[in-house]
């Protein structure tokens, strides 16, 4: 039974098939083995002899005229749909990327002998559904046996420099996660349309009651702790969590596996593109698009579009795979004609958030290795403290996994725009000044290197990830994934969205922006199908003309 569900599992990961084969007389006089199906294509692939074919099912006809395909962005959603396009027989395909690297968000760089992740640094959910993990595992980037990351290990401290009981710790987490549980069945549990608040009124009440249950003396403690899991998840969204719908937390997928980092860095998932991607002309590095005309164009090409260098692409179908930060900057502006109501809409309704990491690296750590962990116990008269600024934004400070040296804080939402404009002396100050009181030791020392990410900052990005904020409707990410068609051609879109943005159940997500892609390339594949190739000539106003008249005769 289980070795048969195997067989179906890996056919569908795989999703080819073997054509079968007829015998057919070659030059040389042999017998070979010639695909049933594919004699039609032989002619213009001049082909003789066929050994072995194992044939996409979606491979399109290489007779047929291929569209051209402009994708914006060379993040894992843009370099999925080249990919899929590309693997399918769809060659005439270019990226535009704004930047001098591929990988979007997914950026790993080195600090001494160490990397560190810039961007995304884990994959969420380590197990074979995430199709992340799957290709991580294909490259060889996970060294067995897998340990995902934990959220009950580490020393919690508070202010005052006394160390909270492990037990309570560990309660005081546990009774957490119980509240998110609780949280994400609101999804579910919600009338479609209601609000039930924002998440942090949400988790706040829960936090109250659920204290109760401890004795009198350890209350104090254990609100400290959760208040840190709380920073903590404010960290993960990106976001105040005022802001942060509470019904809508749960329409994120959870899958099982937990987390897990690379050691050898993220960017090694993008591998596998860059591989397939075998013409390095086809993706263009510092090329920002300034404008985008489409749809008014009433033959080949249908939308064409124009860098900040000069440079102009044609395109039949165009990707958009910035971030929703960019397109909440320039959507307004960046189309010819503008776009339609309802995709400006659930762009600017839409949440999304700004992530940062702080490296901090030690010449001689003070730390026992794997025991470098702390939870930040704040109370809630210390995080609207102003004398303690950007600080109250952390929760914890992890020990970098792979690293005896390293040092890792994340900030969301507000607080974390503060690291992009502070020195990285100022940085370093405030830290080290924050683990003498946490710790109640003088004699911490400073760090001998700081790497700071400032992906707000930066006008290729303008944040790091989406979320559903109390304005967002269930509706909107999929306003935010549907194309855009040309005005009167019928249901032929121009425009495709792609991106974490964009992806139902896994917004904010290395796999989900993935899905994204392979999504819109295999919208472009079945339409090539449905015209035997590129989009033909159409004319809006013949066919609009010949709409009316339609009408008329059947009035």
């Given at each position: 039974?289980?070795?048969?569900?195997?067989?179906?599992?890996?056919?569908?990961?795989?999703?080819?098939?073997?054509?079968?084969?007829?015998?057919?007389?070659?030059?040389?006089?042999?017998?070979?083995?010639?695909?049933?199906?594919?004699?039609?294509?032989?002619?213009?692939?001049?082909?003789?002899?066929?050994?072995?074919?194992?044939?996409?099912?979606?491979?399109?006809?290489?007779?047929?005229?291929?569209?051209?395909?402009?994708?914006?962005?060379?993040?894992?959603?843009?370099?999925?749909?080249?990919?899929?396009?590309?693997?399918?027989?769809?060659?005439?395909?270019?990226?535009?990327?704004?930047?001098?690297?591929?990988?979007?968000?997914?950026?790993?760089?080195?600090?001494?002998?160490?990397?560190?992740?810039?961007?995304?640094?884990?994959?969420?959910?380590?197990?074979?559904?995430?199709?992340?993990?799957?290709?991580?595992?294909?490259?060889?980037?996970?060294?067995?046996?897998?340990?995902?990351?934990?959220?009950?290990?580490?020393?919690?401290?508070?202010?005052?420099?006394?160390?909270?009981?492990?037990?309570?710790?560990?309660?005081?987490?546990?009774?957490?996660?119980?509240?998110?549980?609780?949280?994400?069945?609101?999804?579910?549990?919600?009338?479609?349309?209601?609000?039930?608040?924002?998440?942090?009124?949400?988790?706040?009440?829960?936090?109250?009651?659920?204290?109760?249950?401890?004795?009198?003396?350890?209350?104090?403690?254990?609100?400290?702790?959760?208040?840190?899991?709380?920073?903590?998840?404010?960290?993960?969204?990106?976001?105040?969590l005022q802001d942060v719908s509470a019904c809508q937390f749960g329409a994120k997928r959870e899958l099982v596996?937990?987390?897990?980092?690379?050691?050898?860095?993220?960017?090694?998932?993008?591998?596998?593109?860059?591989?397939?991607?075998?013409?390095?002309?086809?993706?263009?590095?510092?090329?920002?698009?300034?404008?985008?005309?489409?749809?008014?164009?009433?033959?080949?090409?249908?939308?064409?579009?124009?860098?900040?260098?000069?440079?102009?692409?044609?395109?039949?179908?165009?990707?958009?795979?910035?971030?929703?930060?960019?397109?909440?900057?320039?959507?307004?502006?960046?189309?010819?004609?503008?776009?339609?109501?309802?995709?400006?809409?659930?762009?600017?309704?839409?949440?999304?958030?700004?992530?940062?990491?702080?490296?901090?690296?030690?010449?001689?750590?003070?730390?026992?290795?794997?025991?470098?962990?702390?939870?930040?116990?704040?109370?809630?008269?210390?995080?609207?403290?102003?004398?303690?600024?950007?600080?109250?934004?952390?929760?914890?400070?992890?020990?970098?996994?792979?690293?005896?040296?390293?040092?890792?804080?994340?900030?969301?939402?507000?607080?974390?725009?503060?690291?992009?404009?502070?020195?990285?002396?100022?940085?370093?100050?405030?830290?080290?000044?924050?683990?003498?009181?946490?710790?109640?030791?003088?004699?911490?020392?400073?760090?001998?290197?700081?790497?700071?990410?400032?992906?707000?900052?930066?006008?290729?990005?303008?944040?790091?990830?989406?979320?559903?904020?109390?304005?967002?409707?269930?509706?909107?990410?999929?306003?935010?994934?549907?194309?855009?068609?040309?005005?009167?051609?019928?249901?032929?879109?121009?425009?495709?969205?792609?991106?974490?943005?964009?992806?139902?159940?896994?917004?904010?997500?290395?796999?989900?922006?993935?899905?994204?892609?392979?999504?819109?390339?295999?919208?472009?594949?079945?339409?090539?199908?449905?015209?035997?190739?590129?989009?033909?000539?159409?004319?809006?106003?013949?066919?609009?003309?010949?709409?009316?008249?339609?009408?008329?005769?059947?009035?």
């Amino acid at each position: 039974m289980f070795r048969g569900a195997s067989r179906k599992l890996i056919k569908s990961i795989l999703s080819f098939r073997t054509l079968r084969t007829t015998n057919a007389l070659g030059e040389d006089g042999q017998f070979c083995e010639i695909p049933k199906g594919m004699d039609k294509y032989l002619t213009c692939r001049k082909d003789v002899k066929l050994q072995v074919c194992l044939i996409d099912d979606q491979m399109v006809n290489p007779c047929w005229d291929k569209p051209c395909v402009v994708i914006v962005g060379a993040g894992i959603a843009g370099l999925a749909a080249a990919q899929r396009l590309l693997c399918c027989g769809i060659t005439n395909v270019i990226i535009l990327e704004a930047t001098d690297r591929p990988g979007g968000r997914i950026h790993s760089c080195w600090m001494g002998e160490n990397i560190v992740e810039v961007g995304a640094d884990y994959i969420e959910g380590a197990s074979i559904t995430n199709a992340a993990y799957a290709l991580a595992a294909i490259e060889g980037l996970l060294d067995p046996p897998i340990v995902p990351e934990t959220e009950t290990k580490g020393l919690a401290c508070t202010s005052s420099g006394d160390i909270v009981c492990p037990f309570v710790t560990m309660a005081a987490t546990c009774t957490f996660k119980s509240i998110l549980e609780r949280t994400r069945r609101l999804f579910k549990e919600c009338p479609a349309g209601t609000q039930c608040g924002s998440l942090c009124e949400f988790i706040g009440r829960e936090i109250e009651k659920n204290i109760m249950i401890y004795p009198c003396k350890y209350r104090s403690l254990a609100a400290r702790v959760m208040i840190s899991r709380l920073i903590d998840l404010k960290s993960k969204i990106g976001a105040n969590l005022q802001d942060v719908s509470a019904c809508q937390f749960g329409a994120k997928r959870e899958l099982v596996g937990g987390n897990v980092r690379i050691r050898t860095g993220m960017v090694g998932i993008l591998a596998s593109y860059l591989r397939s991607i075998t013409d390095c002309t086809k993706i263009r590095y510092c090329k920002p698009v300034g404008k985008i005309v489409w749809c008014d164009l009433p033959k080949r090409p249908r939308a064409k579009v124009f860098c900040c260098d000069g440079d102009v692409f044609c395109a039949d179908y165009v990707i958009l795979t910035p971030s929703l930060g960019v397109m909440k900057e320039k959507a307004d502006s960046m189309f010819d004609p503008s776009l339609p109501a309802s995709k400006l809409e659930a762009i600017k309704t839409m949440g999304f958030g700004n992530i940062n990491h702080l490296y901090l690296e030690y010449d001689k750590p003070f730390w026992v290795w794997n025991e470098g962990n702390m939870l930040l116990g704040w109370n809630n008269d210390e995080l609207y403290d102003p004398s303690c600024c950007w600080l109250t934004g952390i929760g914890s400070i992890k020990e970098l996994p792979f690293s005896q040296q390293i040092m890792q804080i994340t900030v969301g939402g507000i607080r974390a725009n503060h690291i992009e404009t502070a020195s990285d002396t100022s940085l370093a100050e405030d830290v080290t000044g924050l683990y003498r009181k946490f710790l109640k030791n003088p004699t911490i020392p400073y760090p001998v290197n700081v790497l700071k990410s400032k992906w707000g900052e930066s006008p290729f990005f303008r944040g790091a990830r989406s979320y559903y904020n109390l304005k967002t409707k269930p509706e909107t990410i999929c306003d935010l994934a549907r194309p855009v068609p040309v005005a009167c051609g019928g249901d032929i879109p121009v425009l495709l969205f792609a991106g974490e943005h964009t992806a139902s159940g896994d917004h904010g997500t290395i796999h989900g922006a993935r899905a994204s892609g392979v999504r819109e390339a295999e919208r472009i594949l079945e339409l090539t199908k449905k015209f035997q190739g590129a989009p033909k000539d159409l004319e809006p106003c013949l066919l609009e003309r010949e709409q009316k008249s339609i009408k008329q005769q059947a009035s």
